[in-house]
C-alpha cells in the first residue's frame, strides 16, 4: 500500500501521558489503526527488530523513516511529544492550512456566497 492516511485527530493530553517516544510512536500506530503487527512493518519497509528498537529507544528514527510513519498512520503524535518535551504548549500549536485545504475553504466559501446570492437552501 503506497497511500496516504487519512488524517487522525491527536488529543493533547493523550500525548503528553506518554512517557517515551516509543510510547508516543505506539500511540502513533493505534490512532492510525494498526496494532503494531507486521502490515506497519510492511509498509515502512523495517523489520520487527528495527521496529522495536525504535519503540525502545536504543536506534534513532531517520527522518524520512518517520515522516513515513506518521503518513501511514495519519498523525503526527511522535512529533507532538518531542514538542511537549521540549516544553511546547500543545494546545496552542496547530498545522499550516496545506494548498488542497486553502483551495477547498476558498471553493467553500464561494459556494456559500453564490447560494447566498442566488437565495439557494445551504
Request: overall charge neutral; proline content about 4%; aromatic content about 6%.
Amino acid at each position: 500500500m503506497n497511500q496516504l492516511a487519512i488524517p487522525v485527530p491527536v488529543r493533547p493530553e493523550e500525548v503528553m501521558r506518554k512517557q517515551s517516544l516509543g510510547g508516543a510512536i505506539e500511540l502513533c500506530a493505534e490512532l492510525g489503526g494498526f496494532a503494531l503487527d507486521k502490515s506497519l512493518q510492511q509498509e515502512l519497509k523495517v523489520d520487527k527488530a528495527q521496529f522495536s528498537r525504535w519503540q525502545s529507544g536504543t536506534e534513532g528514527v531517520q527522518w524520512a523513516k518517520f515522516t513515513e510513519l506518521m503518513d501511514r498512520c495519519g498523525n503526527d503524535a511522535p512529533v507532538l511529544w518531542m514538542l511537549h518535551q521540549r516544553g511546547y504548549d500543545l494546545y496552542s500549536v496547530r498545522r499550516q492550512e496545506t494548498t488542497t485545504e486553502r483551495e477547498n475553504r476558498l471553493l467553500r466559501e464561494e459556494n456559500a456566497a453564490l447560494r447566498r446570492v442566488l437565495g439557494a437552501p445551504a
